[in-house]
């Protein structure tokens, strides 16, 4: 298995999973169809291995907050602004997948006939993995991007208060022979999910990862959650943490301000913007000559020069594709823990759960 | 002054040296308006305290070529496919700083029209910052993206051989009352202007920088440009380098492969690519309503609390807009090798040097 101890982990078959997910959402009033995309979009992110982001959130992200009344089952996006190539969006508190894959879909008609468009949405929730949206455009011979702002969880710069999150920026590109390019990543240094491993293991975390509450760089996991306070990507000013920063602002003035959903400190579930743009590859250059062209830069990439003790050169996506392969035929590992969570959903929606 | 030693350093008029630079280009058959464009692009970089990008280069980047034939003083860039959105322009080996002008003044002249525009450009030279061309966007209430591919300097994560350049990534989006904020940042965690500096300087530069020619991480910077082996922004693999390898990836697809110009390692003079894109603000929302809202973020940005030993948070741009208005005042400071090289510009050229 990539990556995954095995022992203590269940292996659990995609399509179940994605079945039991598609019931849950519609015993809560979502639409089949879109209770069948939201549960697309959380599956896949376990089959490509970014477990933090899958299933194991269903009870704590949505379905909670489905069950309170505080997320809003069943929407219509609203229309605030259209032109040919552009769109804002009100997501009325609509579940953040439902609203990210109406959305993209919607950029990616709009980009059919324009050539290019660009999307933008407010009131919207935690909507998964960013790069789910962006891959929508790959069948398409489309260029795709999303990107979302999130909860604060970043510091800027010479900073100690958190005043962004970890702001996503998804870009994926079609190919011909080789798989899809498709970067995924938040503009932090690490995910928060990567503090909260180090403190279960019991290690420190490397300096440039996060600070304490009164933003001295910390090595104790346990203070940087504390503090709310990831480093931007570059980690210090001296190796381009200002480069980070910006880029969360870039993304959060897509997102929040572009949209009017407001920004940073005031991004919470139900406060959450998105940003979505779709382009057609033959608005530009043949489709075919692009993929060519994608192929033989991917494998240049690959084939360049490895640094003493690496025998591998990988591509943004590559590792992903690589476990979504294996799940698909092996299963998906899903810890005790969420295993645990995915029955208390059982329990509370009374759908049954037969996987595990 | 703002950070630069004064003593050795000529204060130079900003006008006279835009003149200067303009009669340069002129005299090398470069017609008047692209000259003045293309000077205002050098000067303006050395008005933003982004010394390496300006008149510093002007005689190893741009007079030598024009006078050896190998950029071409005055072309017509070729439309090689056009929507109302897009445009693929072959930039046919000219001056780049006057290709990436009227590039994206196509672009903002597509995105008056269409709201949001795009534009890649093959076989283009050098362009300056790439600032400047995501700058042109906010006078028409904009916002402007530039992006270009650049010679090899950065190695991928795990590689040792660089195989691509430091790609940077501009974005500038308009304020009310607040200076524009303005992204503009190699995708490299340094540039190698920091190498050449401590080279001079005789000190060692962080780990994390740059790699020697076999991939080991160096803190010599003489062993890191003999390497051409920046390391992609987040240094290291724990810092997220895979991340920076991802942005420059991504760049060189919009610029190198979209517009089939070729990536990488093909990436030299004569044989670089850009890549521009223009939104109209009102496309999705009232410009007044998100000027102002871009204000209200940068303000809570520049208030919110200060990590210990630090007494100010920085938005993107802002450095460079106090440099700006410091520098039309008091003048641009030259150190004595700029102005050597500019009097070297000034025999060959026979254009007399009114500065210094």
């Known amino acids: 298995m990539l990556g995954t101890p095995q022992e203590e982990y269940t292996l659990v078959d995609h399509v179940a999973l994605r079945q039991f997910v598609t019931e849950v959402f519609t015993r809560l009033k979502v639409p089949p169809e879109d209770a069948a995309a939201a549960a697309d979009i959380l599956v896949r992110s376990d089959l490509r291995g970014i477990d933090s982001h899958g299933v194991a959130r269903l009870d704590s992200y949505y379905v909670t907050r489905l069950m309170a009344g505080t997320t809003e089952p069943c929407v219509e996006l609203r229309v605030e602004r259209e032109t040919p190539t552009s769109l804002l969006l009100d997501a009325r508190n609509g579940l953040g997948m439902v609203v990210g894959y ?14 290019l468009a660009m999307v933008t949405v407010a009131n919207s929730n935690h ?20 990107l979302t702002n999130a909860s604060r969880f970043v510091v800027p710069t010479f900073g ?9 920026i998804a870009f994926a590109a079609p190919t011909k022979e080789e798989l899809p390019f498709v970067l995924d990543m938040a503009t932090s240094g690490v995910a928060v999910g990567k503090l909260e491993i180090a403190l279960r293991q019991g290690v420190p975390i490397p300096l440039g990862w996060a600070q304490d509450k009164d933003g001295h760089p910390t ?18 000013r001296e190796h381009g943490s200002h480069k980070g920063y910006g880029l969360a602002v870039m993304v959060d003035i897509l997102c929040g301000v572009l949209s009017g959903n407001g920004y940073g400190p005031a991004i919470q579930p139900s406060k959450t913007a998105h940003f979505f743009a779709a382009m057609r590859v033959d608005a530009f250059r043949d489709v ?39 799940r698909k035929e092996k299963g998906i590992p899903l810890h005790p823990l969420v295993i645990a969570s995915l029955k208390t959903v059982s329990e509370k929606t009374g759908v049954p759960l037969k996987i595990g």
Chains 1, 2 share one sequence.
Not at 129 to 134: K, M, N, T, V
Request: proline fraction near 4%; charge should be negative.
């Open 160 to 168: 100690k208060e958190s005043m962004f999150g970890t702001n996503p």
């Open 219 to 236: 090595t104790d996991p346990r203070a940087g959650l504390i503090g709310r306070a990831l480093m931007p990507l570059g980690g210090t």
């Open 102 to 115: 109406h959305a993209m879909q919607r950029c990616i008609d709009k980009a059919r006939e324009s050539g």
């Open 127 to 146: 909507y998964g993995i960013a790069g789910y949206y962006a891959m929508m455009a790959l069948p398409h011979d489309m260029i795709g991007i999303s």
């Open 288 to 326: 075919d000559d692009f993929k060519t062209m994608m192929d033989a830069m991917i494998r240049d990439l690959r084939a360049s020069g490895k640094a003493e003790g690496h025998d591998r050169i990988y591509v943004a996506g590559e590792i992903e594709w690589e476990y979504e392969k294996e």
